[in-house]
């Protein structure tokens, strides 16, 4: 079974930081590129950050550019998301995806594979 786990969301102050974990299981890592989406309820989905796992290239939403980090520890089937300087319109629910490649996840949501069950992140102002 492939289960696609987050943790890590919760209640910052805004300027403050989190770190967003994705253990994959049931998978292949290294065959899928993985990312976090956020949705905020009457909003559409927003592709957030996305790597490739096997060769590590990245995509940032501009909206959190400069601020957020990927990154993923392909031993541990574990993709990271350093959320820093949070604001509150960075308040969501974060779901880790697994797809076949960054730029079809990003256009083509239905060419994701997997979804993780979300977890929530609040910033309060």
């Known amino acids: 079974e492939v289960q696609l786990v987050e943790s890590g969301g919760g209640l910052v102050q805004a300027g403050g930081s989190l770190r967003l974990s994705c253990i994959a299981s049931g998978i292949t890592f290294d065959d899928y590129a993985i990312g976090w989406f956020r949705q905020v309820p009457g909003k559409e989905r927003e592709g957030v950050s996305c790597?490739?796992?096997?060769?590590?290239?990245?995509y940032y939403a501009n909206s959190v550019e400069g601020r957020f980090t990927i990154s993923s520890d392909n031993a541990k089937n574990t993709v990271y998301l350093q959320m820093n300087s949070l604001k509150p319109e960075d308040a969501a629910v974060y779901y880790c995806?697994?797809?076949?490649?960054?730029?079809?996840?990003?256009?083509?949501?239905?060419?994701?594979?997997?979804w993780g069950k979300g977890t929530l992140v609040t910033v309060s102002s």
């Open positions: 995806a697994a797809g076949p490649e960054i730029l079809l996840m990003l256009t083509h949501s239905e060419s994701i594979d997997y």
């Open positions: 790597i490739s796992s096997s060769d590590g290239s990245t």
